[in-house]
T-cell receptor
Framework: DGGITQSPKYLFRKEGQNVTLSCEQN?????MYWYRQDPGQGLRLIYY???????QKGDIAEGYSVSREKKESFPLTVTSAQKNPTAFYLC?????????????FGPGTRLTVT | QKEVEQDPGPLSVPEGAIVSLNCTYS??????FMWYRQYSRKGPELLMY????GNKEDGRFTAQVDKSSKYISLFIRDSQPSDSATYLC????????????FGGGTRLMVKP
């Protein structure tokens, strides 16, 4: 089965701790993305990567970090510097140059920080 | 003003109704238009994709784009309770789609 997997589905952390969210895809897509979704809100772009070992900040990158060491993987770290980390985090991927903008999403990770 | 505006709803309709969901946008450079369906606590699923102006039909779903009015629509015919979800419009100016701009989503409830 081809697709995007995110783990874990639910994540609970104490304030002040860094936490890393996993995203893996086997679609052979070049580009990967991280979004944040708050209740009743649309999606806001955190980071994206078009190619291995390269990534760009999105609209709300502060307090987050990413890496892209493999084409299949794009983990997101939510650092203690992120002021409101509790949210639903979505990973997506696309064919970078020929995809026409189509992005495909994983099932999401719901992060709760107390 | 947001770049993409979408009525948040909720929109409640009886089963079998025709549903019209809409988005307006301000950036005339947008030329790739998408509709995503998102069930509660799930990731969005790409439902419809349209390039430039015109209509596209897929089963009970029809997507329309009017670039002159900066207005896109999704029509659902013979709506079913299983169509109950949040519908997100998204659009992009470039073929790579690295900067998709999303509407806030419209929550649809189809009552049996």
């Amino acid at each position: 089965d081809g697709g995007i997997t995110q783990s874990p589905k639910y994540l609970f952390r104490k304030e002040g701790q860094n936490v890393t969210l996993s995203c893996e895809q086997n679609l052979n897509h070049d580009a990967m993305y991280w979004y944040r979704q708050d209740p009743g809100q649309g999606l806001r772009l955190i980071y994206y990567s078009q190619i291995v070992n390269d990534f760009q900040k999105g609209d709300i990158a502060e307090g987050y970090s990413v890496s892209r060491e493999k084409k299949e993987s794009f983990p997101l770290t939510v650092t203690s510097a992120q002021k409101n980390p509790t949210a639903f985090y979505l990973c997506a991927s696309s064919m970078a140059l020929r995809g026409g903008g189509k992005q495909y999403f994983g099932p999401g990770t719901r992060l709760t920080v107390t | 003003q947001k770049e993409v505006e979408q009525d948040p709803g909720p929109l409640s309709v009886p089963e079998g109704a025709i549903v019209s969901l809409n988005c307006t946008y301000s950036n005339s450079a947008f030329q790739y238009f998408m509709w995503y369906r998102q069930y509660s606590r799930k990731g969005p699923e790409l439902l419809m994709y349209t390039y430039s102006s015109g209509n596209k039909e897929d089963g009970r779903f029809t997507a329309q784009v009017d670039k002159s009015s900066k207005y896109i629509s999704l029509f659902i015919r013979d709506s079913q309770p299983s169509d109950s979800a949040t519908y997100l419009c998204a659009m992009s100016a470039d073929n790579a789609g690295n900067m998709l701009t999303f509407g806030g989503g419209t929550r649809l409830m189809v009552k049996p």
